[in-house]
Each structure stands twice: as structure tokens, then as C-alpha cells.
């Protein structure tokens, strides 16, 4: 119901514009600890914070997402007896580890739950894993909203 696909590509990097490499550079130096402040890390590869910024959340090199294992999902579900229940044993039928759960108190027929997923033993691809959460009854909208280790 009006969700919005994501796309991936994979693209050599000498072929990506200089910004999104520089963006890459300038994380990678946040996450290693080389660069102490955003600040730091435009200034060193030397781009503006507002471009690190429009960039940050939609680049990361390809080995980063082949070796994330934590995601947080948020969804939208309806407010019925065996909703959540049903997202949960879909999760666990697919080898999916939930760490948190927050649940909204209902409004409308609807309540929002946003959860933390242990992804490293699912074996299907996370996309597809999205894709199957929409499927299930009750559930309105499910959206990947952050990846991390």
C-alpha cells in the first residue's frame, strides 16, 4: 500500500561522482576513528557538510552491506488479535533473531512497530525478506530503516 521500492546498484567506484566517493572516504574515516568529528572528516577530504550529509545514508561500499547483520525495521500493522504474533513467527520461520520491539498504542485500527532484527542467520536476501513482510496479513507497511553491525 503506496510503498516505495528501493534500487540498488553495484557501480565501480572510479564511476561514481566525486561527492559520493568523498562521502565513503569521510564515513570510513568516522567508523575507523581516523576523523573525530563529521567536521574533521569533510575538512580531510576536503567537501562540505552539507553535501556529507545528503549523501551519508544512501552510500556504503559494497562489503559493509554484505556484512551487516543487525537491521531495524519499521511497520505499520493492523490492530487485531494475532498480527504481531504472525510477523513474529514469519521472522523466526525464517531464521530471524528480534532483539527489541516497540510497539505505538493503537490509533485508528493501526499500531506502529519498529524492531531490531538479527539478520545473520535468515538466508534469503533482506529485500526479499521486506517484500515478504507486506504479504502477511494485517501487516500495512514495512520499511527497512537502518542497517548497522
Known amino acids: 500500500m503506496g510503498q516505495q521500492e528501493e534500487t540498488y546498484y553495484l557501480i565501480r567506484s572510479d564511476m561514481l561522482p566525486e561527492a559520493i566517493r568523498k562521502t565513503v572516504k569521510a564515513k570510513q574515516m568516522l567508523a ?11 575538512d580531510r577530504v576536503d567537501m562540505s ?50 532483539l527489541t520491539i516497540h510497539q505505538t498504542i493503537p490509533l ?19 529485500t526479499s525478506l521486506i517484500d515478504g513482510l507486506h504479504e502477511l496479513d494485517g501487516v500495512i507497511r514495512a520499511v527497512l530503516v537502518a542497517r548497522g553491525e
Do not use: C, W
Open 32 to 42: 575507523s576513528g581516523e576523523a573525530q568529528t563529521v567536521q574533521d572528516a569533510v
Open 49 to 98: 557538510r552539507s553535501s556529507f550529509y545528503k549523501y551519508k545514508d544512501g552510500v556504503y561500499p559494497f562489503n559493509a552491506l554484505m556484512k551487516e547483520k543487525i537491521v531495524t525495521v519499521s511497520l505499520t500493522l493492523e490492530h487485531r488479535a494475532g498480527v504481531l504474533s504472525g510477523l513474529l513467527s514469519h521472522l523466526a520461520s525464517r531464521k530471524g533473531n528480534v
Open 108 to 126: 485508528s485500527g493501526v499500531a506502529g512497530v519498529t524492531m531490531s532484527l538479527d539478520t545473520a542467520n535468515i538466508e534469503e536476501e533482506l
